[in-house]
């Protein structure tokens, strides 16, 4: 069974303050990591799709790292509006899987 | 359209009442799924559908829950006999094919009281 943790749970950094979430992983198989950005009351809006260990992508302040077991979101000089919940998925080999979500990491960057 | 689009985005109805939540996808995308978000977790995946048929529904909590896309395109998600542990956001999402990212609606939220 595919299965997604992320940690923290929750994270408060300071506006320029600088840290990365992780997302550790187990598939049959990985298709595809992808990263969602939740803001409250909204649905996720898509970040990042990463298909294979050593990838990278980069938006703006983000930028998404995979290996065999985890990916990282990295965060540099955060912003208040960065304030989210991050969200982590993952899809599988094994027919039409769906995207299996982590619980998420819900990010406060203060000014 | 543009996006995902699910209406209502608010449904506050009593146990035992009978309620429909539609999604429209975004055009010409055939997958469509439907998840269900509890307060401080994440997305959890309730039904499959590519095309008109129901592809997976192995998400699906037990048999008051049922959703149809009867012409491949708009789908409604119908729950029976609500209970309060029904309570959720109902999240759909679209994409073009197999695999890839998925493109979220704003989400129903469903309160049972």
């Known amino acids: 069974e595919d299965q997604v943790t992320q940690s923290p749970e929750a994270l408060r950094l300071q506006e320029g303050e600088s840290s990365s979430l992780n997302c550790s992983y187990t598939v049959s198989g990985l298709r595809g990591l992808f990263w969602y950005r939740q803001d409250p009351g909204k649905g996720p809006e898509f970040l990042f799709t990463?298909?294979?260990a050593g990838e990278e992508k980069e938006k703006e302040r983000l930028k998404a790292t995979l290996t065999k077991k985890e990916s990282f979101l990295h965060i540099t000089a955060p912003k208040p509006e960065d304030s989210a919940t991050y969200l982590c998925a993952v899809q599988g080999f094994s027919g039409n899987t769906p995207l299996v979500f982590g619980k998420g990491t819900r990010l406060s960057v203060i000014a | 359209g543009a996006g995902v689009s699910q209406t209502p985005s608010n449904k506050v109805t009593e146990k035992g009442k009978y309620v429909e939540l539609r999604c429209d996808p975004i055009s010409g995308h055939t997958a469509l799924y439907w998840y269900r978000q509890s307060l401080g977790q994440g997305p959890e995946f309730l039904i499959y559908?590519?095309?008109?048929?129901?592809?997976?529904d192995s998400g699906l909590p037990n048999d008051r829950f049922f959703a149809v896309r009867p012409e491949g395109s708009v789908s409604t998600l119908k729950i029976q006999r609500t209970e309060r542990g029904d309570s959720a956001v109902y999240l759909c999402a679209s994409r073009s094919g197999v695999a890839g990212e998925l493109f979220f609606g704003e989400g129903s939220r469903l309160t049972v009281l």
């Open positions: 990463l298909y294979s």
């Open positions: 559908f590519q095309g008109t048929g129901a592809a997976d």
